[in-house]
């Protein structure tokens, strides 16, 4: 897999070093179920974002049919991010390296779950609210008929908050 982001690099003829692929979300997790986006960041240290390394790696995934949520940020961007939106904040504390420099992807996880727990009052808040709000939307998993089984109330989101919250 490391040779992923390697050979991504060499065919947009740059240095691939500085590079990670980390897979964020439920892809993160290892929780894809049928239909999911693979969510994933590609993680640099450079000055200048490296695009065109992006497009050899997002273009095929494209050109395969898949659903892909993608960004390109260095760890003070992500974090930065995450600061201010709980579904950025709440995908990092999954994040898993899949490919490049494993540094990279280990310290955006040690700063995004210590930003986590820094700031937990205001996280805590803000997801007692999401899950309140998905609750109105999307009723009771237990007593409808056809229920929203990841975000109806009781189901997959409140599992995933709670792992949040237990952060």
């Known amino acids: 897999a490391d040779r992923l982001v390697d050979a991504a690099a060499r065919a947009a ?12 979300g439920g892809y993160g ?7 999911s986006d693979l969510d994933l960041l590609l993680l640099h240290d450079h000055k200048a974002p490296p695009g065109a390394v992006a497009e050899k790696l997002w273009y095929p995934i494209w050109d395969e049919g898949m659903k892909l949520g993608h960004s390109v940020r260095t760890t ?3 974090l930065e991010l995450a600061a ?3 579904d950025t904040a709440t995908s990092l504390l999954s994040s898993r390296h899949l490919a490049g420099d494993v540094s990279l992807t280990e310290e955006l996880t ?3 779950v210590a930003q ?14 999401s899950v309140a ?8 998993v237990a007593f409808l008929l056809e229920p929203d ?8 989101r409140d599992v995933h908050a709670l792992r949040w919250a237990e952060a």
């Open 13 to 24: 003829g740059v240095d691939g070093s500085g590079l990670a692929l980390v897979a964020v």
């Open 29 to 35: 997790r290892g929780d894809l179920a049928p239909a």
């Open 76 to 78: 003070a961007e992500a």
């Open 84 to 86: 201010t939106d709980l």
């Open 110 to 112: 040690t700063m995004a």
């Open 116 to 129: 986590w727990r820094k700031r937990s009052k205001r996280y805590l808040g803000l997801l007692r609210s």
């Open 133 to 140: 709000a998905r609750r109105d939307q999307f009723g009771e």
């Open 149 to 156: 089984l990841k975000e109806g109330h009781g189901g997959l």
